[in-house]
């Protein structure tokens, strides 16, 4: 059975940091890619940023410079740091795991930027 766990969530004033976690089980970490989502209230979900297997990164234009993804395929973990945290940094943030066709999903955790 695959789960992907997220953790990290919270309530940060602008400005402020956070460091997202999804551990993951049930897969092969090493061969999958994976990537950040996020979705706010009212609007679509939309990709933050991923890492592949290789370690490889790309970033949303909106989050580049200030976010930060990572891997630890010891640990099943991917993560994202999230630094100089904006109000429209709100959202639902979910953790996705794809492999060859094959895609998974977290439950999210909620981040909210707010003073």
């Known amino acids: 059975q695959v789960q992907l766990v997220e953790s990290g969530g919270g309530l940060v004033q602008p400005g402020g940091s956070l460091r997202l976690s999804c551990a993951a089980s049930g897969i092969v970490f090493s061969l999958y890619t994976m990537g950040w989502y996020r979705q706010a209230l009212g609007k679509q979900r939309e990709l933050v940023a991923y890492i592949t297997s290789g370690g490889s990164t790309n970033y949303a234009d909106s989050v580049k410079g200030r976010f930060t993804i990572s891997r630890d395929n010891v640990k099943n973990t991917v993560y994202l740091q999230m630094n100089s945290l904006k109000p429209e940094d709100t959202a639902v943030y979910y953790c996705?795991?794809?492999?060859?066709?094959?895609?998974?999903w977290g439950q999210g955790t909620q981040v909210t930027v707010s003073s």
């Open positions: 996705k795991a794809y492999f060859n066709g094959r895609d998974y």
